[in-house]
């Protein structure tokens, strides 16, 4: 039949449907495209096999399912012939989004054509002019001129179109994760709907009540989808054979997975996958085109599985990967860990054949992929090797098989653990007797939490009790000598269950009272596993009492006030701790002196090495503490852990004194710590203000501040929700309920240099500390701003004249040590301890000012070079401030001071004097940036001020870029007058403040080098 022929019958049939006012504007199309689809495949030889509605129980699906003989299963959805393909609906988009993860769909409104091929669009096409479609008006002229060549193409590529063979890793990690995801967002759609009845609720039941007590109908679909992927693709390995969901868990060893096997038998019953069928069918479309042999070993050297689950879910879904911690951990840390762990069992624990010993048990308590079991079994046998010659390898490796257990939550990396160390041992010459020791579980979850279930599918269901009658077992009985593994980190569902209600209170009641506002940083997964594993090792029935447990995770534990009471229950505990320092926090300044910092992860978050180890034999006193660090780029780190022997030397080590709740940090050094702290000179700090929602409540003048609040109060609900960003404690509705009242807009130290408005409404401002700094402050103060730890290059303190925020100090949270407190009235007096005061002028015959005082301290903690001499004690204490014995040092500190007081609160102002000037005629704020060869700061194409030195534009307070930061915070604002004045003076002030750094070098060292009071002696002690 003519493709002329074809299209004019498509297009009577349809204008001939329209012209019923009762029509569907979709589904009643759907018979003449089914023709349509039918007939033009017959005129290009295809043979199509079109099922429309694909199923008329399955939930979600597209429009239509096509077969071609030997392709892959296509799909095709339609929408109403007046709906722009360009600009469809957010409900229509979305589940374009979803159904693209098919490799081949086509998407069209009956003329417009859109074909998508492995997520992306690859061709468009129109069938017919739209006008064609119209009920009513003339065709056929603009039918017979219209060119349908493109069209023809279209649709020979959707028919064509096969899933290529799959052989390479990273291949297979792009194709299997859409085809998961296709298969989640089905199961998703569809437990929305199914009543609880229903199979799929049942099996839904079933995985919460046994395996995972807090899954959610999202949780389980993603389970769900994983279970399928992993379990199809695992039979395809063992088969080689094309599959079908009916027979597939018939090749998946029941022996070595028999949760997989029995869970896939079930996920693919016929009344379970009633709703959902079309994706798996897609899914088994795609695992059929796999190379059996893809994830084999091809070079020994390198295990292609190592990368794949991480990359796998790279793919299917990041931020799951970032709430679960899915991050491959580099080899040279887990072979590390494994090493010293095996070392640690030869000499202390008196194991000759250290890991493969007997009565060594293993676990790795988030096991992910396998990677630290797999180390472990290869650093067992190759000290079998070493000890006992090659005949004992094969035998440990066997050995080694039963002993090392692993707990995971998600069944894509239990699957692929699996499946590691299973090559891994057979590879090493060991026998597979059973399944291996790895297990579905929640590990912060209780053991025995429901003794008395019963089964929903009899036999099918029995696996499922079996792996969590295993996991328990673990968790009850097992005695672990070795637990090691990276954790996951970060915040989510870490503030209730079992380890959180039970077991975390040990960890809080220690934290001191200054500290208890932090608790919620406790709140973190790592920690509760580190709870867990105490647990495990020393307080269960079964626990050994010893043992060895190493983890890398977050590093925050080492110094934050709320982690004092675990810090100071691992000293009670272990004999010795050994902290490796990596570092690597993005968010915290590089301390003075280092110039290059990367962690080992892609995380923000700074990262660390702990090997706690308890021998059995001490009875009392506290753990002996070894600390070392490392900075520098990822790859000098792994290079330097690959070199490190299997050995802990002590002479690589710091000792770290003190004990109890103290910081596993090495000792201050003895000058710095004989001086007085910010919290010891002064009687009261506070935290700054933190508003959560700064581009509402702060700007950088009073008339932009207006206009942003009463843009807030003139928007619709809608508008004022999408510009407030509730959080727990403060949401859109109460401030809406609040009256505009601009005498709450005042001066807001925001930054170093950096002075804005904030609008100072309690309904707005998440935490204003109305009742703590407020009061103090009253209605004009000054303060200096720094931190408690983790001081950068530059100052090690800053004032602020204005209400400072918690950021005043340029980043992280900064503490506030205001001069004045004015809580008891205008001028109740100053906030330096009066015996400090009385103290000095006794010493010294003079009366001691406290604004003199105050001038004094800034001179040393303003001196840079202070922060470079003293960068590893500042990246642990606060300052700390040596008291001169010498009168004439003093002075000159105060003088030097009272200078830096004038430039940065701009009471000394800029003189106008032509020294730096504006140039251009730009009216807005575009840009920032810096040309050192001429010395010039430009904020637009052609305006910019002048002269800059390279001193001035890279001036930082503890890693803070004042220049930069003040102008990019400023882009796209009107370049006023009153901005065109700030500008000038920030930039006078900071080259007045780089002109002083001779002075301020003299005077730091000739303080440094002079004698000093001690603590005693100025009433401190």
């Known amino acids: 039949m003519e493709i002329q022929t074809v299209l004019t019958r498509y297009c009577q049939r349809i204008r001939q449907i329209r012209q019923d006012p009762g029509h569907h504007p979709e589904t009643s199309l759907y018979s003449p495209l089914e023709v349509l689809l039918g007939e033009i495949a017959g005129t290009l030889n295809k043979k199509i096999k079109i099922i429309s509605q694909y199923s008329a129980g399955e939930i979600g699906s597209p429009d239509f399912c096509l077969r071609t003989a030997g392709k892959s299963m296509a799909f095709l959805e339609a929408k109403a012939p007046d709906k722009n393909l360009d600009r469809l609906p957010e409900p229509d988009r979305k589940r374009l989004e979803r159904y693209k993860d098919h490799p081949n769909l086509t998407l069209t409104n009956f003329w417009d054509w859109r074909l998508f091929q492995e997520g992306k669009e690859v061709q468009r096409a129109v069938l017919v002019p739209q006008e064609c479609l119209d009920p009513y008006g003339p065709y056929q002229d603009r039918l017979a001129a219209h060119n349908f060549a493109p069209f023809l193409h279209l649709l020979e590529r959707f028919f064509d179109y096969a899933i290529p063979y799959i052989a390479k890793p990273e291949q297979l990690c792009r194709f299997l994760a859409r085809a998961a995801r296709l298969v989640r967002g089905a199961v998703e759609d569809a437990m929305a709907i199914a009543p609880a009845d229903s199979p799929l609720s049942q099996i839904y039941a079933e995985f919460r009540d046994i395996l995972f007590f807090d899954l959610d109908e999202k949780g389980f679909a993603d389970a769900y989808a994983q279970t399928l992927a992993y379990g199809l693709l695992l039979a395809r ?16 060893s029941p022996e070595r997975h028999k949760l997989l096997a029995a869970t896939l038998n079930l996920l693919a019953q016929p009344p379970v996958t009633a709703m959902v069928g079309w994706s798996l069918t897609s899914l088994v479309d795609l695992v059929n085109q796999v190379d059996p042999g893809v994830l084999q070993y091809e070079d020994p050297t390198h295990d292609p599985l190592l990368y794949f689950y991480e990359d796998f879910l790279a793919e299917y879904d990041p931020a799951l990967r970032k709430k679960r911690g899915s991050y491959y951990t580099p080899l040279a840390i887990v072979n590390f860990q494994t090493r010293v762990v095996n070392r640690l069992l030869v000499q202390d624990f008196h194991k ?22 797999v180390s472990a079994l290869g650093e067992g046998c190759r000290h079998m090797r070493r000890s006992m010659g090659e005949p004992a390898v094969a035998q440990a490796a066997t050995y080694l098989g039963k002993h090392l257990h692993g707990f995971e939550i998600q069944v894509g990396p239990y699957t692929v653990a699996h499946y590691r160390l299973a090559t891994a041992i057979k590879e090493y010459g060991g026998r597979l007797t059973g399944r291996l020791p790895i297990y579905l579980t929640d590990t912060l979850s209780p053991s025995f939490g429901h003794p008395d279930f019963k089964p929903l599918f009899g036999f099918m269901s029995e696996p499922i009790t079996d792996e969590r009658r295993e996991a328990d077992r673990v968790k009850a009985e097992i005695p672990i000598i070795v637990i090691l593994g990276n954790p996951p980190y970060g915040r989510g569902k870490a503030e209730d269950g079992w380890v959180w209600d039970h077991l975390m209170e040990d960890f809080r009641k220690e934290v001191p009272p200054e500290y208890r506002i932090d608790l919620n940083n406790l709140a973190d997964a790592y920690v509760s596993f580190y709870r867990w594993a105490l647990w495990k090792l020393f307080e269960q029935e079964a626990a050994p009492r010893r043992g060895i447990l190493s983890f890398i995770t977050n590093s925050r534990w080492l110094l934050g006030g709320a982690f004092g009471g675990m810090r100071h229950m691992f000293r009670r505990y272990f004999n010795r701790i050994y902290i490796l320092d990596l570092h690597g926090d993005s968010r915290a300044p590089l301390p003075a002196g280092v110039e290059l910092d990367e962690n080992v992860f892609d995380i923000q978050v700074g990262v660390s090495i702990a090997v706690c180890v308890a021998d059995g034999y001490r009875e009392e006193g506290e753990a002996e503490v ?7 780029t990822a790859k000098s780190k792994e290079e330097w852990l690959n070199l490190f022997p299997d050995n802990l030397p002590l002479d690589r080590f710091e000792a770290v004194s003190g004990g109890g709740t103290d910081p596993l940090y090495p000792p201050l050094g003895q000058d710095f710590a004989a001086w007085p702290d910010m919290t010891e000179i002064f009687r009261k700090k506070f935290i700054g203000i933190k508003t959560h929602r700064d581009k509402l409540v702060v700007a950088p003048t009073f008339r932009i501040l207006k206009e942003q609040i009463n843009t807030f109060y003139s928007a619709p609900e809608d508008g004022k929700e999408a510009i407030f960003h509730n959080s727990r404690d403060k949401t859109y ?4 309920a609040t009256s505009f009242d601009q005498n709450l807009i005042m001066p807001y130290g925001f930054r170093p240099l950096d002075n804005q408005f904030i609008y100072y409404q309690p309904a ?12 103090c402050w009253g209605d004009s103060n000054i303060c200096l701003a720094t931190r408690q730890y983790r001081h950068g290059r530059g100052p090690s303190a800053f004032i602020q004249i204005s209400l400072p925020s918690i950021h005043s100090f340029g980043g992280d949270q900064s503490h506030i040590f205001p001069l004045w407190d004015r809580s008891t009235g205008a001028w109740a007096g100053h906030n330096f301890r009066p015996e400090l005061l009385e103290s000095l002028a006794g010493h010294w015959g003079w009366e001691v000012k406290p604004e003199n005082l105050f001038a004094f301290i800034y001179a040393v903690l303003g001196w840079e070079g202070y922060s470079l001499k003293f960068a590893r004690e500042l990246a642990r204490s606060f300052p700390r401030v040596p008291f001169p014995r010498d009168y004439g040092i003093f002075q000159e500190g105060r003088e030097l001071g009272q200078r830096l007081v004038g430039l940065h609160s701009f009471q000394e102002r800029y003189p106008a004097d032509g020294s730096i000037t504006l140039t251009g005629k730009g009216e807005q704020i575009e840009k920032c940036a810096y040309d050192p060869q001429v010395r010039r700061l430009y904020v637009a194409a052609e305006t910019y001020a002048a002269p800059v030195s390279p001193e001035a534009w890279g001036y930082v307070v503890s890693g803070y870029e004042v220049s930069r930061q003040w102008v990019k915070r400023r882009i796209n604002l009107p370049f006023t007058l009153e901005l065109q004045r700030q500008l000038l003076e920030v930039i006078w002030a900071l080259e007045q403040t780089v002109n002083l750094r001779p002075a301020l070098n003299d005077f730091g060292e000739r303080l440094l080098a002079a ?3 001690s603590r005693p002696e100025l009433g401190l002690a």
């Open 352 to 373: 000759p054949y250290g890991l493969a010993d007997q009565g060594i048990d293993v676990l790795d308590p988030a096991v992910g992929t396998g990677t630290y079991l």
């Open 237 to 252: 390995q063992a088969t080689g054979q094309p599959l079908t969901l009916a027979t597939a868990h018939a090749f998946v």
């Open 626 to 632: 070894y600390y070392t660090g490392l900075y520098g």
């Open 764 to 775: 707005f401002v998440e935490y204003d500390r109305r009742t703590s700094l407020k009061p």
């Open 733 to 736: 509705l109460r401030a809406a």
């Open 1011 to 1013: 004698p000093h009071f």
